[in-house]
């Protein structure tokens, strides 16, 4: 009889799971001695695209920041050069363009990122004493790390539970440390998504290219929405359990 499990995971978990499953095929077939080396270069990867993430949003700051002139009625001279910004043509739209680009750029950065972090924590499980040392130490020996929202966990390393407790009140402080500084992040993030469609609906012209823009910019948001909720939507996955014996199986019999 076929041995199964369901268990809902999101997309992290489920990078997770499939890193430890390969990490497990890796070793069965003698190829982990280059473990080391891809955690250096995941470690490397995620630096990257937090960089990008940072880009971006600086990106998103500007491309508000003159979308916010250009709808307002109000003029810029631009640097350098006798022209204002009511003188560039298309300037509102592709504003808006940018900016809910730049969303979707950091959206998919961000998830990036969760996925790298993922696939690092089960790297380093293996690669670390074979799980007996913090993953997280590593990474935040390669890269800058905020590990306050690691040591605000109620189990922070490795999720084993710790030998020194925090007290209640002290957990509420930590819950409250975190959960704040999502809002803030998750909030401006919704913010900049407001101001995009506001913009673009009072702003932009009712012609063809008006509509252009605004079914653009709805688009690009609107994906930008489905890469986000990837973070914590969970669906149901059936583990099966003779399959993975069984693979295992054959690969070891492979010469």
């Known amino acids: ?15 997770s799971m499939f890193t430890m499953e390969e990490l497990r095929r890796q070793k069965r077939l003698g190829l982990s001695d280059q ?9 490397e990867q995620r630096k990257y695209f937090e960089g990008q993430q940072d880009k971006m949003v600086r990106s998103l700051a500007v491309a508000l920041f003159m979308a916010f002139v250009a709808w307002s009625g109000n003029d810029i001279k631009i640097p350098g050069t006798g022209t204002s910004i009511g003188g560039v043509p298309a300037f509102l739209e592709l504003s808006l363009i940018t900016a809910a680009f730049s969303v979707l750029m950091i959206t998919y ?57 925090i007290s209640t009140l002290g957990n509420i402080y930590n819950k409250l440390l975190i959960g704040s500084l999502v809002f803030v992040m998750l909030a401006g993030w919704i913010f900049a998504i407001i101001c995009i469609l506001y913009i673009a609906h009072t702003g932009l012209s009712g012609s063809i290219a008006g509509w252009a823009v605004y079914l653009l910019c ?36 492979t010469p």
């Open 1 to 15: 009889m076929t041995e199964r499990y369901t268990l809902k995971m999101n997309l992290s978990v489920r990078a």
């Open 35 to 43: 473990n080391e080396d891809v955690l250096n270069g995941l470690v």
């Open 109 to 165: 950065a961000f998830l990036s990122i969760q996925m790298h972090s993922s696939v690092i924590s089960a790297f380093a499980q293996v690669v670390l004493a074979k799980g007996d040392l913090d993953p997280d130490l590593f990474a935040a020996a390669k890269v800058p790390t905020w590990l306050f929202l690691k040591y605000a966990q109620v189990a922070p390393v490795n999720s084993r539970l710790p030998g020194f407790r």
């Open 218 to 253: 709805i688009g690009l948001i609107f994906v930008a929405i489905i890469s986000m909720a990837a973070n914590v939507l969970k669906f149901k996955h059936e583990i099966d359990f003779d399959l993975l014996e069984a693979n295992g199986e054959n690969e070891t019999d």
